[in-house]
């Protein structure tokens, strides 16, 4: 099956949201990252979701939970290349990587590669791509290993009026 390359700013269908994302299936959360542009590398403070067992009705109370008790998201500095994620309730800024455009392990296309394995002794084997699949949305797969494990968003603010570095 040959997938066209579509803009995330498509006007012929409705906006991707974190909650789209939650109700697709895994097969069509595939489908859509490999038709999805790279994008930008994102910059500034991103909003996490974790996306596991898409489709069903555990995803929305699992995103929940990985939210307020383990994950929030990512706080990107495109400018130097780098990242930190939040993790834990006290949204603690901890585990850096290296952000850049490189070549996916899902397709061999364009993607922002979150690569771990220069810069973090605990998350070493944990690769992140992630594509633009909306205005400011990003999905995201986790490599552990050269396994595909999970699935995850990155969003800018609402109502975020420009880019804090």
């Not at 012929?12 to 590398?41: H, I, K, Q, W, Y």
């Not at 008790?69 to 585990?95: D, E, F, S, Y």
Request: charged residues 25%; hydrophobic residues 40%.
């Amino acid at each position: 099956m040959v997938l066209k390359r579509v803009s995330a700013a498509r006007t012929d269908a409705p906006p991707v949201t974190e909650s789209t994302l939650l109700r697709m299936s895994n097969r069509a959360l595939d489908d859509l990252f490999r038709s999805s542009p790279s994008g930008p590398v994102p910059d500034g403070n991103m909003r996490g979701t974790l996306v596991a067992f898409s489709g069903t009705p555990l995803a929305k109370p699992l995103s929940v939970l990985a939210y307020l008790v383990g994950w929030q998201g990512k706080v990107v500095n495109a400018r130097r290349g780098t990242l930190v994620n939040k993790i834990t309730p006290l949204h603690l800024r901890a585990i850096k990587a290296l952000v850049d455009v490189e070549d996916s392990w899902v397709d061999g296309a364009p993607c922002v590669l979150i690569d771990y394995s220069r810069t973090s002794f605990v998350a070493r084997k944990v690769r992140d791509e992630i594509r633009l699949v909306g205005p400011q949305l990003y999905l995201g797969v986790v490599w552990l290993s050269r396994r595909r494990i999970a699935w995850f968003t990155l969003r800018e603010p609402v109502g975020r009026t420009g880019r804090r570095r």
